[in-house]
């Protein structure tokens, strides 16, 4: 078991784990750790080992090097033991679509000592499935179903739940549902949700942090912060009547300041800061139009680190 000193143990560690099927190696050294009680993005291009590193976590295809520690239990050396905080849905869930979802569930229960229907109608409550659980799979909604999917993952109260492409062939209602109850669960239960996904967009909603891989290699991680902070500094445009005397007058009082358009003047600065260049701007005569916050989304990051290659 491994030993974590001066900080909480990550409920996921990744140690140089490698995947070679045939002359290909399919994960290449990968090392990353997931801290408990977030919601954890795992992203790349179609082909970048996602899916089999998911695979490898849940032992469904052997480790060829390298190591994976779930609640700090080796998937190699203690598989049960490690496997049983993880509630794992991979590719569709599958259910018997003749039985009602709370047959299916019950079934489930069954092979799992020590659930029992309290926690079953509890966790029904949880995902909202209570006016139709007791209605046939086979009319459930896509949404319906993959619900009832993390219904049956979470049946025996994991600390980590493992889900690969989740939002595929939803539409834009059952993304959004997926999204905030995953988001809900993890604030709420203190569950660590581990999910790829192919878009970036929901991503950077439904993150609290992406790792980014490319050709079985990690390539960056990234925080994504839900609401600004004060305190954060970042890139503010100022629509200007003319962007020269308006750069000269924010680098003569010590701004950091670029012109990048006709009539735009970027600023680095603090929150406070905005307003004081803004104060300075219209003290030097220049008129001011404008004033916000340029971002990059996740796909522009995506598409910067991995080279533009747009496929995920």
């Excluded at 030993?3 to 002359?23: A, D």
């Excluded at 060829?64 to 779930?70: D, M, V």
């Excluded at 600004?228 to 308006?246: C, H, I, T, W, Y």
């Amino acid at each position: 078991m491994e030993e974590e000193t001066g900080m909480e143990q990550p409920i996921v560690q990744l140690k140089n784990l490698t995947k070679v099927i045939g002359k290909r190696k399919i994960i290449d050294n990968l090392s990353l750790d997931v801290t408990r009680g977030q919601v954890f993005g795992f992203l790349g291009p179609n082909g970048s080992g996602k899916t089999t590193t998911i695979r490898m976590m849940v032992g469904l295809i052997s480790i060829t090097s390298g190591e994976i520690f779930i609640n700090g239990l080796s998937v190699k050396q203690n598989f049960e033991q490690a496997i049983r905080h993880v509630g794992a849905i991979v590719e569709n869930p599958e259910m018997y679509k003749y039985l009602t979802g709370w047959q299916n569930l019950i079934h489930f229960a069954r092979m799992i000592p020590g659930v029992t229907e309290h926690r079953v109608k509890e966790i029904v409550q949880m995902v909202g499935l209570e006016g139709r659980i007791h209605d046939k799979v086979k009319t459930y909604s896509l949404g319906m179903r993959q619900r009832l999917g993390v219904a049956q993952a979470m049946l025996h109260k994991p600390g980590l739940l493992i889900l690969d492409e989740p939002t595929n062939g939803l539409d834009p209602a059952g993304i959004r549902e997926l999204r905030d109850y995953l988001r809900r669960l993890a604030k709420e239960e203190n569950i660590t949700v581990f999910v790829s996904s192919h878009l970036l967009s929901e991503m950077e909603l439904m993150c609290d942090q992406v790792a980014i891989i490319q050709n079985g290699r990690l390539i960056d991680i990234r925080n994504l912060e839900h609401g600004s902070k004060g305190d954060q500094a970042m890139r503010v445009l100022f629509e200007v009547n003319a962007e020269q005397p308006a750069h000269a007058a924010l680098t003569a009082r010590g701004k950091q300041a670029e012109m990048v358009a006709p009539g735009v003047v970027a600023v680095f600065a603090q929150r406070e800061e905005i307003a004081e260049a803004n104060e300075i701007l219209v003290s030097s005569g220049v008129k001011v139009y404008g004033i916000r916050q340029q971002v990059k989304t996740l796909e522009d990051q995506f598409l910067e680190i991995t080279g533009g290659e747009q496929r995920v």
